[in-house]
């Protein structure tokens, strides 16, 4: 059973700290990782992807890859209100773009 | 227009009605996608289409019949559902599926129930 496991939160964080989400998956043949930003009745949407262990940043966002303890992760700097959503961790099995998602983490940022 | 579109965005059905969903994307993609969203549940990916020919099915309960005309279009027919089937649908779109950094772009999903 392929899975990816994520806290469901939620995680509280004032406005301005960092919000760490994590993400551990237990396929070791995933190649790439997507976070996705879902707000409460919507779609969800791509935040950022990595395939290479170490960091990468976008904007206020940086997503971590550690692949030899299959865990990803995404934070979020300067965290706003508008941040407050469900984040999905989704791992890819390679072959076809099809994703497997985690539950997700909801998150509160209080102003 | 909004790159992947789905109707209805609500539907509500009786277990012996048939219905069909409908998906269209406008990104030039060549793959689509059915996923399922129930509360507290993942996401469940239900089929694949990879220009229009069905490439994975995740054993999905033959009530669900899905459909792809061609690279832009998705359906998903429904027959005979279940009120465990109530959840969101979403349909997704991506380019080139053996590629494996192609993200998927969700539509705004249906939200189904079944009474």
């Known amino acids: 059973q392929k899975e990816v496991e994520q806290n469901s939160g939620p995680l509280s964080v004032p406005e301005g700290a960092i919000a760490s989400l994590n993400c551990t998956y237990s396929?070791?043949?995933?190649?790439?990782f997507f976070w996705y930003r879902q707000y409460s009745g919507k779609s969800p949407e791509l935040i950022m992807f990595?395939?290479?262990?170490g960091d990468k940043e976008d904007g206020r966002f940086t997503a971590q890859l550690n692949k030899a303890s299959q865990y990803v992760s995404l934070l979020i700097r300067d965290s706003q209100p508008s941040d407050s959503a469900t984040y999905l961790c989704?791992?890819?099995?390679?072959?076809?773009?099809?994703?497997?998602f985690g539950k997700g983490t909801m998150l509160l940022v209080s102003p | 227009e909004t790159g992947v579109t789905q109707t209805p965005r609500h539907l509500v059905m009786g277990m012996t009605n048939k219905k069909s969903l409908k998906c269209e994307q406008h990104?030039?993609?060549?793959?689509m996608y059915w996923y399922k969203q129930s509360a507290k549940k993942p996401l469940e990916l239900m089929f694949v289409?990879?220009?229009?020919?069905?490439?994975e099915n995740n054993s999905v309960p033959s009530r669900f019949s899905p459909e792809c005309p061609n690279s832009s279009h998705l359906f998903l027919h429904l027959h005979t559902l279940q009120p465990e089937d109530s959840a969101l649908y979403l349909c997704?779109?991506?380019?080139?599926?053996?590629?494996?950094?192609?993200?998927?772009?969700f539509g705004q999903g249906t939200r189904l129930t079944v009474v």
């Open positions: 997704a779109s991506s380019q080139t599926p053996r590629v494996m950094n192609t993200e998927a772009f």
């Open positions: 990104l030039g993609h060549n793959a």
């Open positions: 289409y990879s220009l229009e020919e069905r490439v």
């Open positions: 396929d070791r043949g995933s190649q790439s």
């Open positions: 989704a791992v890819n099995r390679g072959g076809y773009s099809t994703l497997t």
């Open positions: 990595i395939y290479s262990n």
